[in-house]
């Protein structure tokens, strides 16, 4: 008890001195920066936690012995995960990366009470003084996949597993019906959902139901290598997501469509450590090799590798955009009108299935 | 692949660590106790299953491996219900809770590892029958041999002298111990053969079904296979049918996805546990039924009076 009385003012006035290291003048302090990471899933699981975690290294080896990093692994969303961020602002971080779309609230309520940490949460969309947001264009990987898999079907039909119906993930399930309707307009794509970000026995089953409707191309936005690994087991193609998946599946993997928070985190880190750092929102793609497609496989013939390729030079310079109207949506409404190019509030806001995905959106 | 053959073998497969954990679980109460740390028991098995099938890339071994790790556990908690007489139920559900928090803590260092693909077992020539083939004869081979222990388990229990005892000890274990069977060391085996079942369903999981570790990953599993025991009425061949409508609700959901028709997938995945209540419903309307099949003893506790 007299611990915990102690130790709150003590962790206090410790965060306070190591912040104190951090104004600008002061800034050749041997002090480091204390930078923390909470993870939703655990470091392995080869996807989405994964690849921050991949990012947090690089920051590491980056920065040396300016900064300190840790990390919290599989932090659910709720009570536990504000608890995990005090906890982290109180051993001094200050700087504080918050990886779920989940801990927006908690991270929110946690810079309140301290106003000297740093905070970047992913995926959100709320900033305060001293939180910002970040996140990935991961849908431009998604259309890059689309491409391939609109240039491999034999049966013009494509499979999706979809995690949960939120904006993002109708967002990538649209693009990449985009990106394979450029190649071979014939295409339809069939999606099913499993409601979890992480549940490997459903996605599998997911997987196969997808592969019995006639799917040879299966793609998925949930975080685990499992539809992957069933392709690879019923002779189908699939894809890697978040991270490169290649050794889940030999065979069966087309490419993998991966986020590199690295670039991105080390602006930030060095935004903090000058004292410049200001909340913001950034959105990071192709453009800024936040996102990539690694290890197109050689099963892909070179004269569909090279369209790839060109499309993402395309997105890279900013030459193409894959949210360029005319679309139209699957009842036959043309959601953005020829020639108009999405903005983002338009991209944040995509709760439908572009023409050519079958099945209903749920709940809608 | 023909769209409702390929539907059939997804469910066979679907439904076989139902069945092998709900057989498993049957044997237990049999002997009139109930095994509420079945979804513990599975984790741990599954775990332990695939760090062997990681290390040594044998599929049977990592089979052995989750038997025997159930089992003991399986053991652990005769020794507690059966000689120490603590409540069946509060210890079970203490086992399950141990099981997925251990099972989490030793997993940590297999997340994200991979398997190598252990393929079915085309069955020569009757794999190449068109429909039947795909939908039945290209199975692992622990989807037949789950059937053979359906069936091997009817007989068991209707026809050898092993069988009726074992039903005797769970029907009335005071007339067990008047006839002078150890009632107490007859529970712990069927309490350990059952959770070696119980284990190769969760080695299955982690091993063939989804060739992956992750925490928690029998998704109540082994609350399904308990309650598949009282769906079928305690009656192996029943338990058997009920794995494969239980799995089958599971590939219905993504097949009526895949085909556009919304159902609730939250809805769909509650149908295993109304089905049982309403089979429980009708069971207690008909007490006939009750007496027929039911372990009368299941759940109780005894001490031999000497």
Redesign the interface.
Known sequence: MFDRLLKKPLAALVAAAALAGLAPAAAVAAEPLKVGFVYIG?V???GWT?AHDLARKALQAKFGDKIKTQYVE?VPEGPDAARVIRDLAQQGDGLIFTTSFGYMEPTLKIARDYPNVKFEHATGYKTAKNVGTYDARTYEGAYLAGVIAGGMTKTNVL?VVGSVPIPEVLRNIDSFTLGAQSVNPKIVT??????KW?????????A??????GADVLFQNTD???VL?TA??LGKYGFGWDSNMR??GGKAHLASATINWAPLYEMLTSQVLSGTWKPAQYWWGMKHDTIELQDISPAVPPALKKIVLEREAGLKNGTLDIWKGPIVDQSGKTVLPAGKVADDAFLHGITFYVKGV???V?GR | ?D?TA??IA?TLS?GTPLALAALGLLINEKSGVVNLGAEGMMLMAAVVGFAVALSTGNQWLAFAAGAVTAALLAGALGVLVIWLNTNQYATGLALTLFGAGLSAFIG??Y????LP?FTAWNIPGLSQLPFFGPALFRHHLMVYLTIVLAFGLVWFFDRTRAGLVLRAVGESPESAHALGYPVRRIRLLALMAGGALVGVAGAY?SVI????W??G?T?GRGWIALALTTFATWRPARVLLGAYLFGGV??LQ??F????V?V???LLSMLPYVATIVVLALMSRNPQWIRLHMPTSIGKPFTPES
Not at chain 1, 198 to 206: G, H, L, N, Q, S
Not at chain 1, 208 to 213: D, H, I, Y
């Open positions: 655990p392995g699981d080869a994964y599989n499979g069939k999606v099913v959902w499993v409601n992480f549940d490997p026995p459903k996605e599998t089953e997911a196969t139901s997808l592969v019995n409707q685990s290598p499992a690994q690879e087991k050794k889940f079958e099945g209903q749920p | 692949m769209m390929s539907l997804t679907a940590i260092d997340v994200g590892k991979t693909n999981l079904y989804t060739p992956l992750v925490q990953m998704a599971t590939m993504f097949f996805q895949g085909s556009g919304q609730p997938a939250q």
